[in-house]
């Protein structure tokens, strides 16, 4: 059985240290735009900012940054180096509904594939961004410590991302819907002073909005109870508690979580530079697998609209 490595795009927004525990052998870098029109490579250990200065200076929405793929010569150079090697790739890309970057690693990896016909190059679109696609790539390392193969791993990948849910709120979807990153209220909604919109992945891989709360502590209760009734084996689970400039928040929320639902392990990140201009600040929202996702999100919306109707 040939060995592969589990290589995503910097959507997973992993960090050095995340990415090493969670078998991630290697990284394929976007661009971020800056609004003075310079362009640099994602950087998910953030070592050119910090995530509290990137955030900060999209809060008045002054400063608005953009990205762009992996250039062909960043596919070409993370990829030959280890076919070079003799090892197999499992490509795991940001949501083809976000972002061209699963359509740019196929091409890549089909031109590739010619120079190194011995070698196989598994590329699968996650569906899901940020911690979300971090989770997949857990769970595809925690497969190949099992001793799946490559073929085994990317069916199971692909047979369980529809399972994996967001749970959060955010604070302004002016963000994702600047960027066309949201539907359903987004619309319609605009800013509005105190309502956060509860979204969850529909069956494109694109956020929709199921619901709204007013403030925080009525939006962390809503959530919890969507968690309550959309996750499987919470106990035997790592919950990702993701945020963009919401740290003091996303201790409260992880606080809940634990307390609530008892999880293996909980962890929070914070967004990165590969999704944070598409998502700008204010978002908290939990990471976990549960129930397969109707195909509409009809019966999500039913169950936030059941949840928010007791509040």
Known sequence: MSEFVIIPDTGCELTKDLRARFGVDDIVRGLLIYPDGHSELTDPDWTNTTPEEFFTTMSEKKQLFTTSLPTPDEFDTVYRRHLSA??????????????????????????????????KIVCIDTLRYSAAMALLCAYANDLRSQGKTIEETAEAIVATRKTLHQSGILDDLFFCRRMGRASGMAAVMGTLVGIKPMADFNASGLCHV??????????????????????????????????????EEAQKYRAMIEEELHPKETLITSVGQACGPNVGPGLIAAVYFGAELSEDLSAEKALCDSILQKK
């Open 86 to 119: 003799g090892k197999d790739i499992l490509a795991l890309s940001l949501s083809s509904a976000l972002s061209g970057t699963y359509g740019a690693s196929c091409t890549a990896a089909e031109k590739l594939r010619k120079e190194f016909p011995e070698r």
């Open 210 to 247: 199921i619901g709204k709360v007013r403030g925080y502590k009525a939006g962390y209760r809503a959530c919890i109870d969507y968690m309550k009734a959309t996750i499987t084996d919470p106990e035997k689970q790592l919950i990702i508690v993701m945020h963009s400039n919401r740290l």
